[in-house]
T-cell receptor, first 115, second 109 residues
Framework: EAQVTQNPRYLITVTGKKLTVTCSQN?????MSWYRQDPGLGLRQIYYSMNVEVTDKGDVPEGYKVSRKEKRNFPLILESPSPNQTSLYFC??????????????FGEGSRLTVL | TQLLEQSPQFLSIQEGENLTVYCNSSSVFSSLQWYRQEPGEGPVLLVTVVTGGEVKKLKRLTFQFGDARKDSSLHITAAQPGDTGLYLCAGGNGNQFYFGTGTSLTVIP
């Protein structure tokens, strides 16, 4: 089954304790991306990757890091989480097609609470 | 950042009513997508439109891309409780998609 898998689905942590949210896709997609979803703000892009070893900032990258060492994996790292990073996080992937019409496949989300 | 504003933000209607959701921007997009998100899940693609003025129908859902490719609408005919969810538009440019603020729809049986 084609899917994007995120872990953990739920996490409560404390300010400053480093954490990693993993994301894996089995569709051989070149493009992967992380979003955060907050009420009234829709989905805001954190980082994206066009392929292995190619990453770039989205609209809200502050406080986050990513890496793309393998095509299927795109972990999101919070080096020193703060309460304003409490949010619902989504990983997504898609094929790169031109024009830009590729369907984004989303994971089920990771709800993070930073105390 | 290329902003897309959706209206209304919240919508609660009775089963059988019609509704329209709007997605507006000052930016021109090469494509426009609509996604639906149910609680506890990620968004799922409903449709992609790429040509200004394009209209696509998906059963009771009708999607239109504005002539200038800056806006889009989603019309639902005879809404059903299964249509309940968060509807998100996303404008595509270059390699990126920019998501709208979302419309939360509740259809009451």
């Amino acid at each position: 089954e084609a899917q994007v898998t995120q872990n953990p689905r739920y996490l409560i942590t404390v300010t400053g304790k480093k954490l990693t949210v993993t994301c894996s896709q089995n569709m051989n997609h070149e493009y992967m991306s992380w979003y955060r979803q907050d009420p009234g703000l829709g989905l805001r892009q954190i980082y994206y990757s066009m392929n292995v070893e190619v990453t770039d900032k989205g609209d809200v990258p502050e406080g986050y890091k990513v890496s793309r060492k393998e095509k299927r994996n795109f972990p999101l790292i919070l080096e020193s989480p703060s309460p304003n990073q409490t949010s619902l996080y989504f990983c997504a992937s898609r094929l790169i097609v031109s024009p830009n019409t590729g369907e984004l496949f989303f994971g089920e989300g990771s709800r993070l609470t930073v105390l | 950042t290329q902003l897309l504003e959706q209206s209304p933000q919240f919508l609660s209607i009775q089963e059988g009513e019609n509704l329209t959701v709007y997605c507006n921007s000052s930016s021109v997009f090469s494509s426009l997508q609509w996604y639906r998100q149910e609680p506890g899940e990620g968004p799922v693609l409903l449709v992609t439109v790429v040509t200004g003025g394009e209209v696509k129908k998906l059963k009771r859902l009708t999607f239109q891309f504005g002539d200038a490719r800056k806006d889009s609408s989603l019309h639902i005919t005879a809404a059903q409780p299964g249509d309940t969810g968060l509807y998100l538009c996303a404008g595509g440019n270059g390699n990126q998609f920019y998501f709208g603020t979302g419309t939360s729809l509740t259809v009451i049986p």
